[in-house]
C-alpha cells in the first residue's frame, strides 16, 4: 500500500484528490452516514446573503456546497486546486449558473471585497497554512459579509473520542479500499485529521486572521466541526488581488 502524503504536501494532496475524484461524493455519503448533506447545509445557512449575493466556494471539489447554495439563490463562483474535480463539477452541475475556477486557495485570482460570502468545505486541513488561507478568504469579503467552513477535527478526550479516532485510523481507511481502491487517500484522512488544529484553535486562528463574531459547531461526536465568522464592518478593503505564487 501507498504511504499516505504529510498534511500540507500541496503537489502530493492534489495528486491525491485527482486520484479519488470519481469515489469522492460515494465515500463522503457512507463515511458520513449520509450526514454531510445536512452539514453543507448548515454551512449554507451560516452566511447570510443578499438578494442575489455573490458566493464563493474555495475548495469547491465536485460542488456539492456550490449546489446547495444555487438552490438558495446565490450567484456561485467554485474555485478548486484539482482539474478532476473541477471537470467532475461541471458535468453534475451542467446548466447552472457556477462560474469554475481553477486555483490555489491561498492565491486566489479575484479582487479585494469581491463577494458577499465564503464557503468551504473540507479545505483548510488540507492547505499548507490555515492562517493564510483564513486571511485570504477575509480579503475576499465585503465588510460585513460571512465566512463558514466545514472540516475535520480532532476529537476530545472521552468514549465519544476514542470512537471517533477509532472509525477514522481504522474503518475509513477500509472503506477507501474497497469502495475507492486506495487505502492511502483515506489513511490521509485520519492521519491529517489528528495533526489538524482542534476546533477551538481554528476558532481562535480565525479571529486572529481578522474575522469576528467567530464561533463554531461539532458535528458527528466531535470528529467534524461547522466554523463561522464575519469580516468587522471597520476592516479597511483591500481591492488588488493576492500575488501569484513565483
Given at each position: 500500500?501507498?504511504?499516505?502524503?504529510?498534511?500540507?504536501d500541496q503537489?502530493?494532496?492534489?495528486?491525491l484528490f485527482?486520484?479519488?475524484?470519481?469515489?469522492?461524493?460515494?465515500?463522503?455519503r457512507v463515511?458520513?452516514?449520509?450526514?454531510d448533506?445536512?452539514?453543507?447545509?448548515e454551512?449554507i445557512r451560516r452566511v447570510?446573503?443578499?438578494?442575489?449575493g455573490?458566493l464563493?466556494?474555495?475548495g469547491a471539489g465536485t460542488?456539492?456546497?456550490?449546489?446547495?447554495?444555487?438552490?438558495?439563490?446565490?450567484?456561485?463562483v467554485?474555485?478548486?486546486?484539482?482539474?478532476?474535480m473541477i471537470r467532475?463539477?461541471?458535468?453534475?452541475?451542467?446548466?447552472?449558473?457556477?462560474a469554475?475556477?481553477?486555483?490555489d486557495a491561498?492565491?486566489?485570482?479575484?479582487?479585494?471585497a469581491a463577494?458577499d460570502?465564503?464557503v468551504?468545505g473540507?479545505?483548510?486541513?488540507n492547505v499548507g497554512?490555515t492562517?493564510?488561507?483564513l486571511?485570504?478568504?477575509?480579503r475576499?469579503l465585503?465588510?460585513?459579509a460571512w465566512?463558514?467552513c466545514?472540516?475535520?477535527?480532532?476529537?476530545?478526550?472521552?468514549?465519544?473520542g476514542?470512537f471517533?479516532?477509532v472509525?477514522l485510523?481504522?474503518?475509513?481507511?477500509?472503506?477507501?479500499?474497497?469502495?475507492?481502491?486506495?487505502?492511502?487517500?483515506?489513511?490521509?484522512?485520519?492521519r491529517?485529521?489528528?495533526?489538524f488544529?482542534?476546533?477551538?484553535?481554528?476558532?481562535?486562528l480565525a479571529a486572529?486572521?481578522g474575522?469576528?463574531?467567530?464561533?463554531?459547531?461539532?458535528?458527528?461526536?466531535?470528529?467534524?466541526?461547522?466554523?463561522?465568522?464575519r469580516?468587522?464592518?471597520?476592516?479597511?478593503?483591500?481591492?488588488?488581488?493576492a500575488?501569484?505564487?513565483?
Amino acid at each position: 500500500m501507498a504511504e499516505p502524503p504529510p498534511a500540507g504536501d500541496q503537489a502530493t494532496v492534489r495528486n491525491l484528490f485527482a486520484r479519488i475524484a470519481h469515489r469522492y461524493d460515494l465515500l463522503n455519503r457512507v463515511m458520513t452516514l449520509g450526514q454531510d448533506r445536512a452539514w453543507r447545509s448548515e454551512v449554507i445557512r451560516r452566511v447570510p446573503l443578499p438578494a442575489g449575493g455573490r458566493l464563493l466556494d474555495v475548495g469547491a471539489g465536485t460542488g456539492d456546497l456550490a449546489r446547495e447554495a444555487l438552490r438558495r439563490g446565490a450567484r456561485v463562483v467554485a474555485a478548486d486546486v484539482t482539474l478532476e474535480m473541477i471537470r467532475l463539477g461541471r458535468r453534475r452541475l451542467r446548466g447552472q449558473p457556477v462560474a469554475w475556477v481553477c486555483a490555489d486557495a491561498l492565491r486566489l485570482p479575484f479582487a479585494g471585497a469581491a463577494f458577499d460570502g465564503v464557503v468551504s468545505g473540507f479545505l483548510l486541513r488540507n492547505v499548507g497554512d490555515t492562517r493564510a488561507c483564513l486571511a485570504e478568504q477575509l480579503r475576499l469579503l465585503q465588510p460585513g459579509a460571512w465566512m463558514a467552513c466545514l472540516d475535520t477535527t480532532p476529537a476530545g478526550p472521552g468514549r465519544r473520542g476514542w470512537f471517533a479516532r477509532v472509525y477514522l485510523s481504522r474503518v475509513v481507511p477500509r472503506l477507501g479500499r474497497w469502495l475507492a481502491g486506495d487505502a492511502a487517500a483515506y489513511t490521509y484522512l485520519a492521519r491529517s485529521t489528528a495533526a489538524f488544529l482542534p476546533a477551538e484553535e481554528l476558532a481562535a486562528l480565525a479571529a486572529a486572521a481578522g474575522f469576528d463574531q467567530v464561533g463554531f459547531r461539532r458535528r458527528m461526536l466531535g470528529s467534524v466541526a461547522i466554523h463561522y465568522g464575519r469580516r468587522p464592518q471597520g476592516h479597511p478593503v483591500t481591492d488588488i488581488p493576492a500575488t501569484p505564487r513565483s
